[in-house]
């Protein structure tokens, strides 16, 4: 088998664990905690530095974030990342020599969110969810009004 650039292999593939670690909205601690691994061992794959993690982790780390996943609603997940859940789909070549991203969902706005999302420094990041929940909030209160004049028409 041929492995190719390993280190850029495991690069990858720690960047699309925390890629999806950070859209379900877990921590490396939790990760770790779930996985029944240190946080250490999380931050290490992540970051691409774990050339020598056993693969245990690496497939106990891989577990805690496909039941996560699998517990969304599966029409709000990529056709490829549906795929992907399975075992050999996270692991394989084609996972892990994107050049893009892997994308996440279906909804290409709800994809673009996320990348906004992760490409703010972390005290920006709570701001852009208060702006998006406000919106929506707005935007809800906007719908409901609108609802109920054309149930009065």
Do not use: C, N
Not at 72 to 87: A, N, V
């Amino acid at each position: 088998m041929d492995t190719g650039d390993w280190p850029a292999r495991m690069r990858e593939l720690g960047r699309q664990f925390r890629r999806v670690r950070e859209f379900l909205g877990l921590s490396q601690d939790q990760v770790a905690k779930l996985a029944g691994v240190s946080q250490g061992a999380v931050s290490r794959l992540e970051a691409g530095r774990g050339l020598a993690t056993p693969m245990l982790i690496v497939l106990k780390v891989h577990l805690v974030l496909a039941r996560a996943l699998g517990q969304l609603d599966p029409t709000m997940l990529d056709d490829q990342m549906r795929e992907s859940l399975g075992l050999g789909g996270l692991m394989s070549s084609s996972f892990v020599d994107r050049r893009e991203p892997l994308p996440i969902t279906k909804d290409p706005e709800l994809e673009e969110m996320v990348q906004l999302y992760r490409s703010l420094p972390e005290r920006q990041r709570r701001t852009l969810v208060a702006v998006v929940r406000a919106t929506a909030g707005s935007l809800g209160r906007a719908v409901s009004a609108e609802d109920a004049s054309k149930l009065e028409a």
